[in-house]
């Protein structure tokens, strides 16, 4: 089992910054690559960005390529998402997933546990 909870959300306007946390138990998560996943009222669940389980790889999707950066404290069992640049169709509930031992960070992994969540809102 892992327990993964999100925090960090809140509101801010266009053009501002948050930071995401992701504080993992259970299963060893330095040996997990992970990930944030967000989904916006009507929308499906989407990729945003991964790292190995070891921080030297990581992927992102376009549309937050250049303003959104993944990163990982494995002695803390964290996972962040520095979000910059904030635009309102960032505007989701953000998910941090962990993958299968053995999967990559690749958005076709797959993830097999899950956090509550935390909403991002983003004002124009």
């Known amino acids: 089992q892992v327990q993964l909870v999100e925090s960090g959300g809140g509101l801010v306007q266009a053009g501002g910054s948050l930071r995401l946390s992701c504080a993992a138990s259970g299963r060893t998560f330095r040996f997990s690559a992970m990930g944030w996943f967000r989904q916006a009222p009507g929308k499906e669940r989407a990729f945003v960005a991964g790292v190995s389980y070891e921080g030297r790889d990581t992927y992102y999707a376009d549309s937050v390529k250049g303003r959104f950066t993944i990163s990982r404290d494995n002695a803390k069992n964290t996972v962040y998402l520095q979000m910059n640049s904030l635009k309102p169709e960032d505007t989701a509930v953000y998910y941090c997933?962990?993958?299968?031992?053995?999967?990559?960070?690749?958005?076709?992994?797959?993830?097999?546990?899950w956090g509550q969540g935390t909403q991002v809102t983003v004002s124009s």
């Open positions: 997933a962990s993958a299968r031992i053995g999967q990559s960070a690749e958005p076709t992994s797959y993830y097999d546990y």
